[in-house]
């Protein structure tokens, strides 16, 4: 398993052009290629017409400043690959979301931003990496603002036993394989186990050297130990299973997931 083709988001937020410069430099690692996808529709707002105050919707953001948009995602896009021949690029004024999952398909792996949609500095809005995650079906790199190189040298992966992290681990294979350290930590609540001894011996089955550990969860949340932890081992790479409660109990009441998505300052690569 490699990554062959690694797609990136783009966006006119801060954080667009180190993460395409990411997603090219992991593109070179892998002797793969680097797809830029950017999307924006335009869109409506509701303003207070007639006497009653009655409601209507006029056009917020126009087609053409879409169209323009976009241009200047491209532009910034090929600025940050450089002189790199396998590159492509896929753009259209359609609802971002929608139209990156569509293109998916042909992608091993996506690379988003954390979202912040108050970085954006023009009409091509950030995506919400929780929504990317859970509607691609691929494993999601978050990529932090103010982050625009990734060696992946020393990896934590945030192991529980779920569904949702034994597909990350599989789906970070082959970052794990480029990795000097792989660390499984595993926070867990009184007479709780989760096998992280097995996790290291299936990653030695891959040529994968991995240490392990587990750690009691004693008052802080699960959230702040995994990034307290990543912190101790110097990780710039997080690796983790995604809403294993699923997202709407976790917008709710809290998880995980959500925490390191907002606070991470290191890079995360996700899977659903």
Not at 75 to 82: I, K, N, Q, S, T
Not at 110 to 134: F, K, M, R, W, Y
Not at 169 to 191: C, E, F, N, Q, T
Request: include cysteine; hydrophobic fraction near 40%.
């Amino acid at each position: 398993m490699t990554y062959a083709s690694i797609m990136v988001s783009v966006d006119l937020a801060g954080g667009a052009r180190g993460r395409t410069r990411i997603a090219a430099h992991l593109a070179d690692a892998f002797d793969g290629r680097t797809i830029g996808v950017a999307a924006q529709s335009p869109d409506h707002v509701a303003a207070p017409v007639g006497p009653m105050g009655a409601s209507s919707l006029l056009p917020g953001l126009s087609r053409q400043a879409v169209l323009d948009g976009l241009d200047r995602a491209h532009d910034l896009f090929r600025e940050a690959v450089g002189s790199r021949s396998r590159v492509s690029w896929r753009s259209a004024p359609e609802p971002g979301l929608a139209y990156l999952t569509s293109q998916a398909r042909a992608a091993d792996l996506i690379v988003v931003g954390q979202g912040n949609g108050s970085e954006a500095t023009g009409c091509i809005h950030p995506l919400d990496p929780a929504s990317v995650v859970l509607a691609a079906g691929r494993p999601i790199l978050v990529v932090p603002p103010g982050i625009d190189h990734l060696e992946a040298r020393r990896v934590m992966v945030a192991w529980k036993d779920t569904r949702e992290a034994r597909r990350a681990v599989s789906d970070a294979l082959p970052i794990l394989r480029l990795a000097k350290r792989v660390d499984i930590v595993s926070v867990m609540g009184a007479d709780q186990t989760y096998g992280v001894a097995d996790v290291a011996a299936y990653l030695s089955t891959h040529g994968i050297h991995a240490t392990s550990s587990e750690h009691r969860s004693e008052g802080t949340g699960d959230a702040d130990t995994l990034l307290y932890l990543a912190s101790e081992h110097a990780s710039d790479l997080i690796v983790m299973g995604a809403y294993g409660h699923g997202r709407v109990r976790e917008m709710v009441l809290g998880g995980v997931t959500r925490d390191v998505l907002r606070q991470s300052p290191t890079c995360s690569l996700l899977s659903h």
